[in-house]
């Protein structure tokens, strides 16, 4: 499978831990977003790279959260002194370029629980 | 005012009946329009997009978008209960790659 690729695939954490989530895109996909998701929603945008700079960061992504890219390959996103309020399903996505006919090819995302 | 609004549903439709799932949108400066499926426990994947007004269909599904009502839709036709899933539309403006996804409706399609 050469799809996005997202671990774990859940992770149960005490508040106040730190917890770190990887995503392998699709190869030479130079484009990276992370999202989240509660349930019932549907996602909402965290943070995006190209290759390895990160372009924008939303106003939801608080000074808890890092994400990183080195290299331009792979992805982690890091929260910092967990909360309940972050239990979400945590969505990666890649695209091949900038574009609206570049689609985003979603992984199926890390699902975190703060207990 | 959430600047994408969309019916969280549930849907409940007989097999073969055709299906229509809509957002309205806030902001005239969103140019361009796409719907995801979403199934139980998986990622978004891309069902289609469009950037003008007016219908576009790739086979049973048809997007249409209002640009002046600032109203999108997907219709499917000849429901089939493998399109039981949750529908996301999602829209971007000109400027940034950013997608803003409406809720997502539910949808169940029965035998």
């Known amino acids: 499978d050469t799809g996005v690729s997202q671990n774990p695939r859940h992770k149960i954490t005490k508040r106040g831990q730190n917890v770190t989530f990887r995503c392998d895109p699709i190869s030479e996909h130079n484009r990276l977003y992370w999202y989240r998701q509660t349930l019932g929603q549907g996602p909402e945008f965290l943070t995006y790279f190209q290759n390895e700079a990160q372009l924008e960061k939303s106003r939801l992504l608080s000074d808890r959260f890092s994400a990183e890219r080195p290299k331009g390959s792979f992805s982690t996103l890091e929260i910092q002194r967990t909360e309940q309020g972050d239990s979400a399903m945590y969505l990666c996505?890649?695209?091949?370029?900038?574009?609206?006919?570049?689609?985003?090819?979603f992984g199926n995302g890390t699902r975190l629980t703060v207990t | 005012q959430k600047e994408v609004e969309q019916d969280p549903g549930p849907l409940s439709v007989p097999e073969g009946a055709i299906v229509s799932l809509n957002c309205t949108y806030s902001?005239?400066?969103?140019?361009?329009f796409m719907w995801y499926r979403q199934y139980s426990r998986k990622g978004p994947e891309l069902l289609m997009y469009?950037?003008?007004?007016g219908n576009k269909e790739d086979g049973r599904f048809t997007a249409q978008v209002d640009k002046s009502s600032k109203y999108i839709s997907l219709f499917i036709r000849d429901s089939q209960p493998s399109d039981s899933a949750t529908y996301l539309c999602a829209i971007r403006s000109y400027n940034t790659d950013k997608l803003i996804f409406g809720t997502g409706t539910r949808l169940q399609v029965f035998p």
């Open positions: 996505a890649s695209s091949e370029r900038q574009g609206v006919d570049s689609p985003l090819h």
């Open positions: 902001n005239s400066a969103f140019q361009y």
């Open positions: 469009t950037y003008s007004s």
